[in-house]
């Protein structure tokens, strides 16, 4: 009997480190690349983002914007909270949108 890897003994062992991308002192690796890996390995795979009130993301005004997504494998769920960063890495806030002279 073979036995089966799980989904994180399949997923760690990639080597991504040739696919990330440095910003502001952070690495990064895009979703696009994480997530093709993902169906590459697990076709089945789902991820939904949280919509509330028809957006895709809620705001407060102590944290800024904030987004939910959820990624379904092999009949399991995880999901995940996260800020909006800007540019600077930063939790977005809300700024106001200026018109006018």
């Known amino acids: 009997m073979e036995n089966k890897k799980t989904v994180w003994e399949v997923l760690s062992a990639i080597d991504c480190n ?3 991308e440095k910003r502001n002192g952070f690495t990064y690796l895009s979703w696009a690349w994480a997530w093709g890996i993902t169906m590459k390995h697990y076709p089945d795979a789902t991820h939904e983002v949280t919509q509330w009130n028809g957006k895709p993301y809620p ?3 102590q944290l800024g914007y904030m987004v939910e997504t959820h990624v379904t494998i092999e009949g399991v769920t995880r999901g995940m909270y996260l800020p909006v960063m800007d540019s600077s890495n930063k ?11």
């Open 18 to 20: 040739g696919k990330t």
């Open 59 to 61: 705001f407060d005004d």
């Open 91 to 101: 939790a977005q806030k809300h700024i106001p949108i200026v018109t006018g002279k």
